[in-house]
Structures are given as C-alpha cells and as structure tokens.
C-alpha cells in the first residue's frame, strides 16, 4: 500500500481515531490530532475554527477526516483560496452513531502556477520549461520534503532536472539538486536533500550512510527501497509493510553510530534479522 503523507483529525472524531489507528497508519505517515502533543503548532489550539483548519490541510498539502457535515460549506465564501472539495466516507462510527468524513481541499485556481518561494527554491530554465505536469510534480514534491530538513530554510537551492540518473546534488557555484522527472520517488529527492546537509559537513560523506540519515529523517522517505545498502530481496518486496520497523532501525543506527565505528553494517544485519511482514 502507497502512503499518503499527512492527515488532520478533527476536533469532534479523536475517539473514532484512537480506535481506529492502524487504519489511519496504514494509509498515512503523518497524523495530526487537532490540540495533541504531536500536532504542529498551528493545530495546537483546542479552539482553532473550522475554517483555520481547513487553510492548514490546504497549505500542508493534508487530508481531513471529520464527522462535521455543516462546516466545510461555509469555507468557499469565507476563503477564496479553497476551490474545491473532494469529499467521501471514510468509515462509520458505530459509538457516535454517525459518518466519518474525508475531505480533500483543493485550490485548482494554483495547480499550474505553484509558488516555490518558502523554502527559497530557484526553478532552473530545463524546470522551468518543462511540461506542467513534470514541473509542478518535482516543485510540490521537493516542498514537502524540505519541511523535514529545517536545516536548509535558510538556503538558496537552485532545483533543476536529470535525465541520466534519479538524482545529484552538487554546491560548488551554490547548492543545486536535479531530479528525474520520470523517476520521482520521496526517497530520491530526500537522498538528494541529505547529501547538501553533508556538503555542510556535519554528516558522514558516504552512499550508503546518505541512505540510512534518510531513511531515519521521516516515514515520507520511505516510498522505495535504497540503492546503496544491503537489503534482503524480501525485504525490498514487502517494503512498505515494514516501512515502521525500517525507520525505526535507522534511527537507532544514528544513534549507534555514537559510539561505535560500524554503524552501517549493523544497520545491515538488523534488517537481516527483521521479521517481514508480508501484509
């Protein structure tokens, strides 16, 4: 199964979401409860109104499950930047004997003019050029995956395409990555994202350590199998069924890596040693 990134929970369905969890993780990498410890700050308002929620999923490209079948009407009038709304049942709460909603809000008035200035990217003329939907594909892309290195806000990187490989960083004339637009994976554009946080030098320079700070970054990476490491063939065909216990054995890896020289092999036979599973 193909996960999603982020999913807000609305107000009025938290108990439905903490019995229904593993659904929700199934299908997302992200999940914000609206006024819970692990929301961004934004959502951490117990009072936040519909509406602001609503512009949160809108900016943070987030689905929203909710039971509230009155609201979502009002927002067309009261923001012009929300044009539409997919919206479909999600499930069925049996306890509060009433529908789980999930509403997907759109702008279709900005889908071929996306902006890249939050994070100063700098669109090369091959990017800038290209078809629509290969530029605003890497454009929103490349967005969301550097709200996971915050250690880049303050750079200028100049975001362009390949054709030879997946990807390549580079940051002898400033810090520039080219991904391939037929071959566009989170994990690609994460790799390429890591290896300008080494040209930084604070991180170890090889291949296969850029894969496992990747992999242990964020659960968004995860979307395919990395090219460097060693990995068990099963383990790359059940990949995103063990994409939890992957992330969380690279994370020890950094860790591992404290205090002992050889992180990257350990990393290797603990994924070795993982029980798979297959669904």
């Not at 509060?96 to 003019?113: C, S």
Request: charge should be neutral; glycine fraction near 4%; proline fraction near 4%.
């Amino acid at each position: 199964m193909t996960h999603l990134t982020n999913v807000v929970i609305d107000h009025d369905v938290i108990g439905w979401a903490h019995s229904n969890m593993q659904k929700l993780k199934d299908r997302y990498n992200n999940i914000y409860i609206v006024g819970k410890d692990n929301s961004p700050e934004e959502l951490m308002n117990n009072n936040i109104s519909d509406l602001n929620i609503a512009k949160y999923c809108l900016n943070n490209n987030c689905d929203l499950v909710t039971a509230d079948k009155k609201s979502y009407v009002d927002w067309f009038n009261s923001y012009n930047g929300i044009t539409k709304l997919v919206i479909s049942k999600f499930d069925y709460w049996n306890e509060g004997h009433r529908p789980i909603l999930l509403i997907q809000i759109e702008n279709t008035n900005h889908i071929e003019n996306i902006t890249p200035y939050n994070f100063n990217l700098k669109i090369s003329k091959p990017l800038e050029t290209a078809p629509s939907r290969f530029k605003n594909k890497i454009i929103t892309m490349v967005n969301e995956s550097l709200l996971h290195f915050p250690e880049l806000s303050d750079d200028r990187i100049t975001l362009g395409i390949t054709h030879v490989n997946d990807g390549n960083a580079s940051w002898e004339e400033g810090y520039k990555i080219r991904l391939n637009p037929r071959r566009l994976t989170y994990f690609t554009i994460g790799h390429e994202l890591m290896h300008l946080l080494q040209f930084k030098g604070d991180l170890p320079m090889t291949e296969n350590s850029t894969d496992i700070f990747t992999l242990a970054r964020s659960m968004l990476f995860l979307d395919e199998p990395p090219c460097y490491l060693k990995i068990p063939r099963k383990l790359q065909n059940y990949w995103e069924e063990n994409a939890e216990s992957i992330h969380s054995i690279c994370k020890d890896a950094i860790e591992y890596r404290k205090t002992h020289r050889n992180y990257i092999k350990w990393t290797e036979d603990k994924f070795g040693q993982l029980t798979i599973k297959t669904r």
